[in-house]
């Protein structure tokens, strides 16, 4: 007998095929069928392909695709995350590397700007690496370098070792200033949208194989080595990642710049317009 979780997922991927932003459908990358997120742009920029946090689905990025209309905006729900099913078997950042990459390939993409928010600050690292003749510029958000990194206080990380939030919106609510900080301290009325994505959450074992995937990956030893011009992007009131990661990352590589956040994890949904200046003049620069 199928799981309630499982009828709920069904019936949420049945139902989003359309967002106000992005034309979204299932693209299959090497036997791994994907819900892929891409919103239309004007074609005078490079495409800016996007890796999301954990747990979190394409709707979750739609405020920020919106604010760069001029973009072609490409993103997807990692295996067993919103509508993309459970992959076979257990994956690592490298697999979702050359899944990106392959999705620029079927859109017939030679290059990206890339950007990654916390969890999928990780995977945009991975790709800058394995993939970089793929990767123009790199943009990082509230994120770190993976398990050697200055952690979050354990109270934080114990609320993030399950997928409660995205499943029960009234304990989102009631923990998402411990969690997130900055603005989302003031209530929950700061984080509505957010909750309201939470009835699309996919499954908690896509859940638990983001936390696997992240298990002993680090980027520490090869950051030195990054070419592409890269932005970092931090809020200085962030329980998740505190801000001495990013100034972490902001030394280890060559050609990097710190841009600071008077707010916290959630900076890019809270404080849209600034992250929005600070994307556009950093992708628009020469």
Request: overall charge neutral; glycine content about 10%.
């Amino acid at each position: 007998m199928r799981s309630t979780e499982g009828k709920i997922c069904d019936e949420n991927h049945a139902m989003l095929t359309e967002t106000q932003t992005f034309h979204i459908e299932p693209i299959r990358i090497g036997g791994q069928e994907l819900r892929v997120g891409r919103s239309a742009g004007s074609g005078d920029h490079p495409p800016l392909l996007m890796f999301n946090g954990i747990g979190a689905n394409i709707e979750l990025l739609e405020p920020l695709a919106q604010a760069l209309p001029e973009r072609e905006v490409i993103t997807f729900d990692v295996p067993g995350v919103g509508g993309s099913p459970l992959p076979s078997l257990p994956y690592r950042p490298r697999h979702i590397a050359r899944l990106a990459q392959g999705l620029l390939d079927h859109f017939r993409h030679d290059q990206a700007d890339v950007l990654g928010v916390s969890w999928g600050g990780a995977m945009a690292q991975q790709f800058a690496c394995t993939a970089s003749s793929h990767c123009r510029k790199l943009i990082l958000c509230a994120t770190a370098t993976g398990s050697v990194m200055v952690p979050a206080k354990l109270d934080v990380l114990w609320k993030m070792a399950t997928p409660r939030r995205y499943i029960d919106r009234d304990y989102a609510r009631t923990v998402s200033g411990d969690i997130y900080g900055g603005d989302c301290r003031e209530g929950p009325q700061v984080l509505a949208g957010h909750f309201e994505q939470a009835k699309k959450f996919n499954s908690r074992q896509g859940y638990y194989l983001q936390l696997l995937a992240g298990a002993g990956w680090t980027s520490i030893h090869w950051l030195p080595f990054l070419k592409q011009p890269t932005l970092i992007m931090a809020g200085d009131d962030d329980p998740l990642i505190p801000l001495i990661n990013a100034r972490l990352m902001r030394s280890l590589i060559p050609n990097s710049e710190l841009q600071v956040f008077d707010c916290g994890h959630m900076f890019l949904l809270t404080r849209r317009d600034a992250s929005v200046a600070a994307i556009r003049e950093f992708l628009d620069r020469p």
